[in-house]
């Protein structure tokens, strides 16, 4: 399983950034897909998150500001994280991943154990 990313970069807060992230290599037709982050001295944690059966998931803290959107084709998924009105809280690297075979996406601890496929990551960095 292959997960390729974009997109990322630096803005002022109150900008618009755009991740995508290509999901290719895989035969299962169901899955969860979408995006983590880290950034120092804070958890790994889900931003948005999206299913097979399209069902979506947003933290708290991006809820209204970020919307994640999918382009499914055979064996591949392209994945859109629209990011409005970022804060300098938003500054991260971001991680796309992929949990197959499973139609929903589970509680974020389980989730995080059971990803086994990750994107290389991209730098979005809001400068107030």
């Known amino acids: 399983v292959q997960l390729v990313e974009s997109g990322g970069g630096s803005v002022q807060a109150g900008g618009s950034l755009r991740l995508m992230c290509v999901v290719s290599g895989y035969t299962y037709n169901t899955y969860c897909m979408g995006w983590f982050r880290q950034a120092p001295g804070r958890e790994h944690g889900g931003v948005p998150l999206?299913?097979?059966?399209?069902?979506?998931?947003?933290a708290d803290s991006v809820k209204g500001r970020f919307t994640i959107s999918q382009i499914n084709t055979e064996n591949k998924n392209t994945l859109y994280l629209q990011m409005n009105s970022l804060k300098p809280e938003d500054t991260a690297m971001y991680y796309c991943a992929a949990d197959l075979g499973i139609p929903y996406c589970m509680a974020l601890p389980l989730l995080r154990a059971r990803i086994k496929s990750w994107g290389q990551g991209t730098q979005v960095t809001v400068s107030s």
């Open positions: 999206i299913d097979s059966n399209r069902g979506t998931w947003y």
